[in-house]
Protein backbone atom coordinates (compact mmCIF):
# COMPACT_ATOMS: atom_id res chain seq x y z
CA UNK A 1 0.00 0.00 0.00
CA UNK A 2 1.10 3.64 -0.76
CA UNK A 3 0.05 6.29 1.76
CA UNK A 4 0.36 9.65 0.82
CA UNK A 5 0.09 12.49 3.90
CA UNK A 6 -1.29 16.27 3.40
CA UNK A 7 -2.71 19.60 5.43
CA UNK A 8 -0.14 20.48 6.98
CA UNK A 9 1.29 24.15 7.68
CA UNK A 10 1.85 26.44 9.91
CA UNK A 11 -0.65 27.23 12.41
CA UNK A 12 -0.98 29.67 15.80
CA UNK A 13 -1.16 27.56 19.27
CA UNK A 14 -5.01 26.94 20.51
CA UNK A 15 -5.67 26.67 16.61
CA UNK A 16 -6.68 23.49 14.56
CA UNK A 17 -5.33 21.13 11.59
CA UNK A 18 -6.39 18.27 9.89
CA UNK A 19 -4.01 16.41 8.37
CA UNK A 20 -5.06 13.65 5.99
CA UNK A 21 -3.41 9.94 4.40
CA UNK A 22 -4.81 8.76 1.39
CA UNK A 23 -4.05 4.90 0.81
CA UNK A 24 -3.54 3.29 -2.61
CA UNK A 25 -4.58 -0.30 -2.87
CA UNK A 26 -7.75 -2.23 -2.65
CA UNK A 27 -7.18 -3.24 0.31
CA UNK A 28 -7.31 -0.20 2.85
CA UNK A 29 -9.67 -1.47 5.45
CA UNK A 30 -7.51 -4.52 5.96
CA UNK A 31 -5.08 -2.47 7.51
CA UNK A 32 -4.64 -0.75 10.91
CA UNK A 33 -3.47 2.93 10.22
CA UNK A 34 -1.68 5.34 12.27
CA UNK A 35 0.34 8.38 12.92
CA UNK A 36 3.66 9.05 14.25
CA UNK A 37 5.33 12.18 14.21
CA UNK A 38 9.21 13.59 14.60
CA UNK A 39 10.34 16.46 16.20
CA UNK A 40 13.78 18.55 15.24
CA UNK A 41 16.60 16.57 17.16
CA UNK A 42 14.09 14.10 18.22
CA UNK A 43 13.31 10.07 17.56
CA UNK A 44 10.07 9.69 15.97
CA UNK A 45 6.79 9.17 18.19
CA UNK A 46 3.75 7.12 18.17
CA UNK A 47 0.56 9.68 18.08
CA UNK A 48 -2.89 7.75 17.64
CA UNK A 49 -3.93 4.39 15.56
CA UNK A 50 -7.17 3.04 14.54
CA UNK A 51 -8.52 -0.47 13.67
CA UNK A 52 -9.90 -1.88 10.91
CA UNK A 53 -13.42 -0.53 11.38
CA UNK A 54 -12.55 2.73 12.99
CA UNK A 55 -14.48 1.69 16.31
CA UNK A 56 -11.40 1.61 18.38
CA UNK A 57 -8.68 4.22 18.56
CA UNK A 58 -5.64 4.61 20.84
CA UNK A 59 -3.53 8.02 21.44
CA UNK A 60 -0.39 8.94 23.41
CA UNK A 61 -0.86 10.49 26.54
CA UNK A 62 0.35 13.71 24.90
CA UNK A 63 -2.16 14.01 22.86
CA UNK A 64 -5.50 12.54 24.13
CA UNK A 65 -8.14 14.90 24.35
CA UNK A 66 -7.03 17.20 21.59
CA UNK A 67 -6.46 15.00 18.84
CA UNK A 68 -8.76 12.46 17.00
CA UNK A 69 -7.87 10.12 14.45
CA UNK A 70 -10.91 9.05 12.17
CA UNK A 71 -11.18 6.56 8.67
CA UNK A 72 -13.35 6.36 5.79
CA UNK A 73 -13.01 3.46 4.03
CA UNK A 74 -14.50 4.26 1.23
CA UNK A 75 -12.11 7.07 0.10
CA UNK A 76 -9.41 5.00 1.79
CA UNK A 77 -7.86 7.75 3.93
CA UNK A 78 -7.42 8.11 7.43
CA UNK A 79 -7.75 11.57 9.09
CA UNK A 80 -6.16 12.96 11.67
CA UNK A 81 -7.97 16.24 13.58
CA UNK A 82 -5.78 18.41 15.94
CA UNK A 83 -6.94 20.83 18.26
CA UNK A 84 -5.82 23.11 20.88
CA UNK A 85 -2.31 22.84 19.34
CA UNK A 86 1.01 23.60 21.14
CA UNK A 87 4.22 24.86 20.23
CA UNK A 88 5.09 21.16 21.52
CA UNK A 89 3.10 19.83 18.52
CA UNK A 90 5.32 20.81 16.03
CA UNK A 91 7.12 17.67 14.05
CA UNK A 92 6.59 16.49 10.81
CA UNK A 93 3.76 13.91 10.70
CA UNK A 94 3.41 10.45 8.98
CA UNK A 95 1.18 8.08 8.52
CA UNK A 96 1.60 4.61 8.14
CA UNK A 97 -0.13 0.82 7.54
CA UNK A 98 0.12 -2.30 9.14
CA UNK A 99 -1.82 -5.57 8.76
CA UNK A 100 -0.59 -6.89 12.21
CA UNK A 101 -1.95 -4.65 15.60
CA UNK A 102 1.13 -4.67 17.04
CA UNK A 103 3.46 -3.71 14.88
CA UNK A 104 1.46 -0.84 13.87
CA UNK A 105 2.49 1.14 16.71
CA UNK A 106 6.62 0.46 16.70
CA UNK A 107 7.69 -0.48 13.38
CA UNK A 108 4.64 -0.62 10.96
CA UNK A 109 5.54 -1.89 7.61
CA UNK A 110 4.13 1.08 4.95
CA UNK A 111 4.97 4.64 5.90
CA UNK A 112 3.60 8.00 3.93
CA UNK A 113 6.37 10.92 3.14
CA UNK A 114 5.39 12.88 5.85
CA UNK A 115 3.62 16.77 6.49
CA UNK A 116 5.34 19.37 8.29
CA UNK A 117 2.97 20.77 11.20
CA UNK A 118 4.28 24.22 12.86
CA UNK A 119 2.51 25.57 16.10
CA UNK A 120 4.10 29.29 17.09
CA UNK A 121 3.87 30.24 20.14
Known amino acids: VQLQASGGGLVQAGGSLRLSCAAS????????MGWFRQAPGKEREFVTAITWSGRNAYYADSVKGRFTISRDNAKNTVYLQMDSLKPEDTAVYYC???????????????WGQGTQVTVSS
Open 25 to 32: GRTFSSYF
Open 96 to 110: AADQAWDRLSTFPQY
